[in-house]
């Protein structure tokens, strides 16, 4: 495109915003207060900001993607070790959450199978049922009968006593 225009034919239309005429030499106080205000708070505000976000930018940490490292079982902490303790009961109620969420998800699936197919979901949702009853038995066994206020201690020992009942069957 040529950089030499016609400016009698295409005439650049005139700015809709007056140009303000000073009828007075006393300087305008507001302009001293706008920049006093933007050198004594916002540039130091802006530049702080600025850094802070450079900085958060450089160690992106997404909490949906958070990883806890595996600890031990509460049944491989020593005796009196209560750090160990506490670290294997947040564990026992992550795994927990955890496994809510997978039933629940399984739940949701198998709904939206039934939906889907109608009449026909008996036929057509029977791998979802199965599926669904799958972990609901795992959940049940090893979260059934603690209530809300269980804990890792009473998982433990509903595991252990389901464990000696086996034990018994076998022998028998």
Not at 87 to 115: F, L, N, P, S, T
Not at 127 to 139: D, G, I, S
Request: glycine residues 2%; neutral net charge.
């Amino acid at each position: 495109m040529p950089e030499d225009h016609d400016w009698e034919a295409y005439k650049v239309p005139p700015t809709r915003t007056p140009v303000s005429e000073r009828t007075t030499s006393v300087p305008n106080p507001v302009d001293y207060f706008q920049s006093a205000f933007n050198y004594v708070l916002d540039t130091p505000i802006t530049v702080i900001r600025d850094w802070i976000e450079r900085w958060q930018n450089r160690n992106k940490f997404y909490y949906y993607h958070q990883k806890f490292r595996r600890v031990p079982d509460l049944s491989q902490c020593l005796e009196g070790d209560y750090l160990c303790y506490y670290e294997a009961e947040a564990q026992w109620r992550r795994d927990r959450m955890v496994d809510q969420e997978i039933v629940e998800i399984v739940r949701e699936r198998m709904a939206a199978c039934k939906q889907r197919e109608g009449p026909n979901q008996f036929q057509n949702c029977a791998k979802e049922m199965e599926l669904l009853a799958q972990v609901t038995k795992a959940y049940q066994d090893r979260y059934g009968d603690l209530g809300f206020h269980g804990n890792a201690r009473t998982c433990l020992m509903k595991q252990k006593h389901r464990m000696m009942e086996e034990r018994k069957a076998q022998e028998n």
